[in-house]
C-alpha cells in the first residue's frame, strides 16, 4: 500500500457520514470493546468510564448515545479533526483541536492542566488495521500541525506510549498505542516535556 497516495481533509459537517461510515465499519475492525467510542472518551462529560461488553444488549444505546452525541457536535462545528483517505475510502482518523475541546480529559487531567495556553491538543490516532504501520498517522499528524499553525495556535503537545512501559492483560501494542508512538513524535520534531500514568507528554512549537 502507498501512503503517497493518501489525501488529508478536515471534519466537518460535510465529511460527517464519512467519520461515522469509519467507525461503523473499520476503526475498529480487530477491537471491539472500542467500537462504540466515536472518539467521543475524551470529549464527553456521559461517556461512561468503562464500555459495556460489546456481545451484551447494553453495548447498543452506549454505541447509539456516543455516535448521537459526537454527530451533534460535528454538525454544530464543536468537534475537530482529520480524516485520511486512499481512494475515497477513509483509512485513519486523528482527533486533533483546541485543549478546550476536552471536556473529560480523564487520566490526562493533569497534564492538560499544565497545557500553554494557544494550544492545539494531538489526542487519538485511529488508523484502519490494514493501514497500520503504513505512515497514515504521520501524514494525519503533519496535517493536523499544518491546520494548528493556520489557526493561531503557538504549541502543540501529544501523549506517547513510554517505551517499554508493560502492557495490561487486555492490551496489544496497537490499542495501547493510539495517542501515537514516541517515535513518531520524535521524528517529526517533538520533545519530551513531562510524564502522565504510562504516556510521555510530548511537545513542540508551532
Known amino acids: 500500500m502507498d501512503p503517497g497516495t493518501l489525501e488529508i481533509w478536515p471534519l466537518g459537517p460535510e465529511r460527517l457520514d464519512?467519520?461515522?461510515?469509519?467507525?461503523d465499519r473499520d476503526a475498529f475492525a480487530d477491537n471491539p470493546w472500542w467500537?462504540?467510542?466515536?472518539?467521543?472518551?475524551?470529549?464527553?462529560?456521559?461517556?461512561?468510564?468503562?464500555?459495556?461488553?460489546?456481545?451484551?444488549?447494553?453495548?447498543?444505546?452506549?454505541?447509539?448515545?456516543?455516535?448521537?452525541?459526537?454527530?451533534?457536535?460535528v454538525r454544530a462545528g464543536k468537534a475537530h479533526g482529520f480524516l485520511a483517505y486512499r481512494d475515497g475510502k477513509v483509512v485513519g482518523w486523528l482527533n486533533a483541536q483546541s485543549k478546550d475541546a476536552y471536556a473529560n480529559p480523564r487520566g490526562f487531567a493533569s497534564a492538560f492542566r499544565d497545557i500553554l495556553?494557544?494550544?492545539?491538543?494531538?489526542?487519538?490516532?485511529?488508523?484502519?488495521?490494514?493501514?497500520?504501520?503504513?505512515?497514515?498517522?504521520?501524514?494525519?499528524?503533519k496535517a493536523a500541525l499544518?491546520?494548528?499553525?493556520?489557526?493561531?495556535?503557538?504549541?502543540?503537545?501529544?501523549?506517547a506510549r513510554r517505551p517499554g512501559a508493560s502492557l495490561q492483560e487486555w492490551e496489544t501494542f496497537e490499542t495501547s498505542s493510539y495517542h501515537g508512538t514516541?517515535?513518531?513524535?520524535?521524528?517529526n520534531g517533538f520533545t519530551e516535556v513531562g510524564t502522565?500514568?504510562?504516556?510521555l507528554v510530548m511537545r513542540r512549537s508551532l
Open 18 to 23: 464519512d467519520f461515522l461510515g469509519y467507525y
Open 35 to 73: 467500537a462504540g467510542c466515536y472518539c467521543n472518551f475524551y470529549e464527553s462529560l456521559t461517556h461512561p468510564a468503562e464500555n459495556p461488553d460489546p456481545s451484551t444488549p447494553a453495548f447498543a444505546p452506549f454505541r447509539d448515545h456516543n455516535r448521537a452525541e459526537k454527530a451533534d457536535r
Open 117 to 141: 495556553d494557544r494550544t492545539g491538543v494531538l489526542m487519538c490516532f485511529v488508523v484502519a488495521p490494514d493501514w497500520r504501520g503504513q505512515g497514515v498517522g504521520t501524514a494525519l499528524l
Open 146 to 159: 499544518d491546520g494548528f499553525r493556520a489557526a493561531g495556535p503557538d504549541y502543540a503537545p501529544g501523549f
Open 182 to 187: 514516541h517515535s513518531m513524535f520524535v521524528d
Open 196 to 199: 502522565v500514568g504510562s504516556y
